[in-house]
């Protein structure tokens, strides 16, 4: 038997992460192809938009200060998207919970008085306060009720945004310098470290590293671990198995809280209704990049803050935003179709398939 | 889903409950004034011009009269270098965005609509660049701010307004309870009851400035409420096309969109910002450019009431007509005490008239205007 008749395709349920990594880097060079023929039959020149890209987010002082400053939100959301992901529960609301985070923060920056150490710490606590406080009820809910979190939490994303302009365009509005929609400046302020970057993203590159490590090395990592894989067992085996799903929803939340925080404090100094630029939703994209690994999270979130800046150093470049979106998304849609076409192997048609198939 | 990311816009201008001159007077960096030197003067060939839009330049509105400006710009001086970017949001991306024009060599940046902090975070670090925010608030020695006195063409269309209306209600399709909406609200209400003192205004709010959707059901309820001249500020014709199909009348603003209602359409308070921006980068150019402006720009230069619709009986536009011609010849301002805000306090006291910055940040309704307390 031989020819194509012969050949047949089969998915593989699991994947090493060579594998993983060969077709993302196939697929992004392919969506790269894609993006130069449309931008070429534009009128640009792909090279050397692309070189631009290339020299001004990271051949630049400033480049690198906005890489820096997009990854401080994105590593923290994709993070609580990740940490979530390792009991099998999608945390779809960390948009919801970082504007909750920069809400509680920016509370106390306004309206407590004390010295900049002390205050930073207590924002910091209140927003990681905030953000678990914004995942409470979805997590009971799940814990005690199976109710589904993806819808709970995705919904409690437009109370928090609705709150947030509430009280940035109401009570809280900037009534000394009059700045647009949004409460007056938070006087304390995270300290900068390399231009405008701040400390902020030395806390969310620990972040990832410290949640690996407690994973890995501690028996309560272990029962995380073992509570992803099989509930069930995890049960059998003496796991408090909803108390630690209650721990790691409300983590989830409170680093997608700290995230807020963060922005508040660090880069933006005002609570406003844009504060969030959609970083939560982002964070899923970096967790699915990531692949359930916490360090993952940094290098997920490192493309994304590149794909991100490019967007912005397209535009200044006379791109039209709709043509930036779309090769953004022609990227991610690329990625996740590699993701799939990795599970996928062509294989000679033999009696008994599966054992071929679980070879790879 | 309700289109909040696009409340931050220009209009927006400080809801504070604060007047301009309280921050015209705050003390910066304990510097009495500022633009004392102007910045260098740039060659035409190696000047790059940086322009921010809130919105799409193919919104047939606010920032499509924009880009005409920059259009302008362009045929004045057309060995400089452009950047243009639509849809600038109103959070850190837009400080990357103002950024980004600095590294790539602007020498100056104008922000079509106010973005604050997002701004000065870019602005203070690049003290050789121009930078201009549409009704902006804060000014320093790069930095000016500019906008139009909208007031004067809206009270001239109030006039229109109570002369054509029959049943004394007027309708207002509203964005958000901000500056520009409080004061495009009472100034057409007050020119409306100079010819009709009974007149009131009811104001729907849509929690957007793009949402023909919503604006189409605003100006419905209007309609069934009473009301029989339909007025807003809204970036699209939805509410235009709602009061021609039930036969009553509209204003709009921005540009001349009177195809999409021209039996309804009677005017829109239409903008012009070509000869405001081709001065502004020649001066930017010569060296003569200086910051710590702001400039309002007044009736006739850069905002005017559009040309009557076609419906528009001869003896209305006469009249409304003979108000513009005060307030362009004479110098005539309508908005004079005594005024009582919606709970009857009196606001501005008898005889004191308002001025362009009180005007400016207008943040509350007057009596007889509903739907807008905050």
Redesign the interface.
């Known amino acids: 038997m031989s020819g194509l008749q012969s050949l047949r395709l089969v998915r593989v349920s699991a994947v090493s992460g060579r594998r993983i990594l060969a077709a993302r880097v196939i697929s992004f060079i392919a969506a790269l192809a894609v993006g130069a023929v449309v931008l070429a039959a534009c009128g640009f020149d792909p090279l050397h938009l692309g070189t631009q890209i290339l020299k001004k987010s990271l051949g630049s002082r400033f480049g690198l200060e906005d890489l820096g400053l997009l990854l401080t939100p994105l590593i923290l959301t994709g993070l609580a998207v990740t940490v979530m992901m390792k009991i099998g529960l999608w945390n779809i609301g960390a948009d919801g919970q970082f504007y909750i985070g920069a809400f509680a923060a920016t509370a106390i920056g306004l309206f407590v008085k004390g010295p900049e150490p002390a205050m930073l710490v207590l924002c910091f606590i209140a927003g990681a306060a905030g953000g678990a406080l914004w995942i409470l009820v979805p997590t009971l809910a799940r814990a005690y009720g199976k109710v589904d979190e993806i819808i709970t939490t995705l919904l409690l994303n437009f109370v928090a945004l609705l709150l947030v302009y509430y009280v940035a365009t109401g009570p809280w509005r900037d009534r000394t310098t009059g700045t647009v929609a949004s409460t007056g400046r938070v006087p304390y302020e995270m300290p900068d470290f390399f231009g405008s970057l701040h400390w902020g993203f030395v806390i969310a590159l620990i972040a990832p590293v410290l949640f690996g490590l407690l994973l890995r090395y501690t028996k309560w990592g272990y029962e995380i671990r073992l509570t992803g894989a099989n509930p069930e067992a995890a049960h059998y085996a003496g796991i408090p198995v909803r108390r630690r799903m209650i721990t790691i929803m409300l983590l989830s939340g409170a680093i997608a809280g700290l995230a807020g925080m963060l922005e508040v404090t660090g880069t933006v100094h005002r609570l406003q209704g844009g504060i969030s630029n959609n970083y939560g939703y982002l964070g899923v994209m970096v967790a699915v990049l990531a692949r359930g690994s916490p360090v993952g999270v940094i290098a997920g979130a490192a493309l994304m803050a590149i794909i991100l800046n490019a967007g912005i150093i397209l535009q200044t470049q006379g791109l039209t935003t709709a043509a930036v979106l779309a090769l953004t998304g022609l990227i991610m849609m690329f990625t996740a179709v590699a993701d799939q076409f990795a599970h996928y192997r062509l294989v000679r048609a033999l009696p008994v398939p599966a054992a071929s198939a679980a070879a790879g | ?1 309700i289109d ?2 696009n ?2 816009r220009r209009r ?7 007047t ?1 001159a309280s ?1 015209l007077i ?1 003390p910066q960096f304990g510097r009495p004034a500022f633009g004392a030197t102007p910045l260098a003067a740039v060659k035409e060939e190696d000047a790059v011009i ?1 322009f921010g839009h809130v919105g ?1 330049i193919s919104d047939e509105g606010w920032t499509w009269s924009h880009h005409q400006g920059l259009e302008a710009v362009k045929a004045a001086f057309p060995k400089a270098k452009y ?5 600038v ?5 837009c400080t ?2 103002y ?6 060599g602007a020498n100056m940046i104008i922000s079509t609509s ?5 701004i000065y ?1 870019v602005s203070d670090r690049a003290t050789d660049v121009a930078f201009m925010e549409c ?1 902006g ?2 000014k320093a020695d790069n930095l000016s701010y500019y906008y139009i006195q909208h007031w004067f063409p809206t009270y001239v269309a109030g006039v229109a307004a109570g002369l054509l209306s029959k049943t004394g209600k007027l309708g207002y399709v509203a964005s ?2 901000v500056p520009a909406v409080f004061c495009g609200t009472n100034a057409f209400l007050m020119g409306a009851r100079t010819v009709n003192p009974e007149a009131t205004l009811q104001t729907v709010v849509i929690n957007s400035w793009f949402d023909p959707q919503g604006a189409k059901q605003a100006g419905t309820a209007l309609i069934d409420n009473g009301c029989d001249f339909l007025f807003g500020i809204m970036d699209e014709a939805a509410y235009l096309q709602v009061a021609q199909e039930r036969g009553v009348w509209a204003a709009m603003w921005n540009t001349d969109i009177r195809r999409y209602g021209p039996d309804a359409y009677v005017t829109s308070i239409v903008l012009d910002w070509n000869q405001y921006y081709v001065d502004q980068v020649r001066k930017r150019l010569a060296g003569e450019w200086t910051g710590g402006e702001g400039t309002l720009l007044p009736m006739g230069k850069g905002i005017d009431r559009d040309a009557w619709g076609a419906k528009v009986p001869a003896d209305v536009a006469a009249k409304a007509d003979a108000v513009r011609d005060r307030i362009l010849n004479d110098g005539f301002n309508p908005f004079v005490g005594e005024i009582k805000d919606v709970d009857g306090n009196v606001r501005v006291t008898a005889g004191e008239t308002m001025t362009p910055e009180a005007l400016y ?1 207008w943040d509350w309704s007057i009596e007889g205007v509903s739907g807008l307390k ?1």
Do not use: C, W
């Not at chain 2, 950047?83 to 849809?87: G, Q, R």
């Open positions: 889903m909040f990311k409340m931050d927006f201008m400080g809801l504070a409950g604060m301009a921050s705050l940086g799409p950047l243009e970017v639509e849809n949001p109103f959070s850190a991306d990357r965005i950024r980004q024009m600095v590294s790539d106010n973005y604050g902090d997002l975070e009704d608030h804060r958000f309870p940040t905050v």
